[in-house]
């Protein structure tokens, strides 16, 4: 009997979203996090964390993140970057990494505020507007079975 592995099996997936910017998506991002877990290995579990401040993580130094966050983005085969809170970390993240991996960028219309030009004018990214976690889903599954490693 042959065992099947999942293509995804090994993947890696850098999610990122807002922490210093506003935590008032933080149970989304949980639940985005879980959904990305049928894809492969979420090296950012922590945004996700319901726990989180604003103020970011207890513990380790601004230069500790800053490497560890480096490291994840050079190890990762894909980022997922939920851009409806202004981020200067999800921009720079986004910005660092645009002509190297893959990047899809999730965002809502909030009371008639757009995203960033910078963001939908960059044909290097995929943009996709959602409205609930069902639509997250479904771009997600598109997301990976077109993507080309």
Known sequence: MRVRVSLWAHMKIYFAGSIRGGRADKELYFEIIDLLKKYG?????????????????????????????????????????????????????????????????????????KISAMLTGNKNLQIKQYQNIEDINKILKLFFATINL
């Open 41 to 113: 290995d979420v090296l950012t579990e922590h945004v996700g964390d319901k726990n989180l401040s604003a103020l970011g993580e207890d513990g380790p130094s601004e230069t500790y993140i800053y490497n560890r966050d480096l490291n994840w983005l050079s190890e990762c085969d894909v980022i997922i970057a939920e851009v409806t809170t202004p981020s200067l970390g999800v921009g720079y993240e986004i910005g660092k990494m645009e002509n190297i991996k893959p990047i899809l960028c999730l965002y809502r219309e909030i009371d008639s505020k």
